[in-house]
């Protein structure tokens, strides 16, 4: 995730995402019922837990985790299955039709995910390959961004 930090790096962003609140389509799920409803996270071993954690720090709102799992499939057959709630970057959520955005106010920050290489440092043709096939997966089947 950005920024790069390091003055030895450089930084290739590849797409700026935001995660949004997300279930199955079943009644609306309001802005304040967000602390009352049970959730099903990802663990900690994903970066967008911590990101998930500090909203709600930053709004005092304590989330009713009723489950975690280390795998964004059994995520999302879990919310499609059940009345649970969970977050998941937006370009997820549209991938899925049998989950539904919940906005919220106000909405999780948005960050960008950048690939980063080592100033001057050779980059290999496998390097080269991922990066440009990283950007053209954005361009074509994650529409919200350029």
Not at 47 to 50: E, H, L, M, V
């Given at each position: 995730m950005s920024p790069a930090r390091a003055l030895e790096l450089l930084s290739n962003s590849v797409i700026v995402e935001r995660d949004v609140l997300t279930r199955a389509p079943t009644e609306p799920l309001t802005t304040h019922a967000v602390g009352h409803h049970p959730l099903v996270l990802l663990t900690h071993d994903f970066?967008?837990?911590?990101h998930i954690d500090?909203?709600?720090?930053?709004?005092?709102?304590?989330?009713?985790?009723?489950?975690?799992t280390n795998s964004i499939q059994a995520l999302t057959e879990i919310v499609r299955h059940t009345s649970l709630a969970t977050v998941l970057p937006d370009a997820v959520t549209h991938q899925h039709p049998h989950l539904c955005p919940v906005a919220l106010d106000p909405p999780f920050p948005a960050r960008t995910v950048t690939l980063l290489t080592r100033e001057g440092a050779y980059q290999t043709a496998a390097t080269r390959a991922f990066?440009?096939?990283?950007?053209?997966?954005?361009?074509?089947?994650?529409?919200n961004n350029p």
């Open positions: 970066a967008t837990r911590g500090a909203y709600f720090v930053e709004r005092r709102v304590t989330p009713r985790i009723a489950m975690e990066t440009q096939l990283s950007h053209e997966y954005v361009r074509t089947h994650l529409t």
